[in-house]
T-cell receptor, first 116, second 115 residues
Framework: AQKITQTQPGMFVQEKEAVTLDCTYD???????LFWYKQPSSGEMIFLIYQGSYDQQNATEGRYSLNFQKARKSANLVISASQLGDSAMYFCAMREGQGNFNKFYFGSGTKLNVKP | DGGITQSPKYLFRKEGQNVTLSCEQNLNHDAMYWYRQDPGQGLRLIYY???????QKGDIAEGYSVSREKKESFPLTVTSAQKNPTAFYLC??????????????FGPGTRLTVL
């Protein structure tokens, strides 16, 4: 089974509007972390936001928020007030681990295009 | 500035050649990782290292080798045994834990092309 599933290969959003990128995960580890990364055309993976499995509140970082629904095993990224510079690939990732090593699993990504 | 550097940015390899990709970090992170990314795909783990002089195979280690002689450095060698090495290679580092401290931070990547 896929550990991380991103079902939207591509998305379009109008500038200044909000957009939600979907991510579902699969783990039996009670302690895990969920991450979102942005990958612009230059290739570098830029960390955006983190949500811990025990966190009671949804994580927020500026225009980014993570809609964490634990029972549904979903961790959707919400970008508010989209900007042209938000056009990029977005990857959802999960960290699970036992002991000292934490393995990361990445989804296949969603390509976001922001239209002017 | 703290961060991860990778060199070179672009690398061209002839058939049958071994090439080494450099990865250096000054974040004082214990763990380092190498990922491969093919066009339109996610990341696949090649090798990882939790501490100096120790490393483990990831999901696609065949045709690759690594070393971890210093905490700051984790070079990846793409050997001639790797039949399809053309890809984008990303190095990452983290401090393993259970909170935000184990976020993986990435270098800018190396794009390898086989001629």
């Amino acid at each position: 089974a896929q550990k991380i599933t991103q079902t939207q290969p591509g998305m379009f959003v109008q500038e200044k509007e909000a957009v939600t990128l979907d991510c579902t995960y699969d783990t039996s580890d009670p302690s895990y972390g969920l991450f979102w990364y942005k990958q612009p055309s230059s290739g570098e993976m830029i960390f955006l936001i983190y949500q811990g499995s025990y966190d009671q509140q949804n994580a927020t970082e500026g225009r980014y928020s993570l809609n964490f629904q634990k029972a549904r095993k979903s961790a959707n990224l919400v970008i508010s007030a989209s900007q042209l510079g938000d056009s990029a690939m977005y990857f959802c990732a999960m960290r699970e681990g036992q002991g000292n090593f934490n393995k990361f699993y990445f989804g296949s990504g969603t390509k976001l295009n922001v239209k002017p | 500035d703290g961060g991860i550097t990778q060199s070179p940015k672009y690398l061209f390899r002839k058939e049958g050649q071994n090439v080494t990709l450099s990865c250096e970090q000054n974040l004082n992170h214990d763990a380092m990782y190498w990922y491969r990314q093919d066009p339109g795909q996610g990341l696949r783990l090649i090798y990882y290292s939790q501490i100096v002089n120790d490393f483990q195979k990831g999901d696609i280690a065949e045709g690759y080798s690594v070393s971890r002689e210093k905490k700051e450095s984790f070079p990846l060698t793409v050997t001639s045994a790797q039949k399809n090495p053309t890809a984008f290679y990303l190095c990452a580092s983290s401090t393993p834990g259970r909170g935000t401290s184990d976020t993986q931070y990435f270098g800018p990547g190396t794009r390898l092309t086989v001629l």
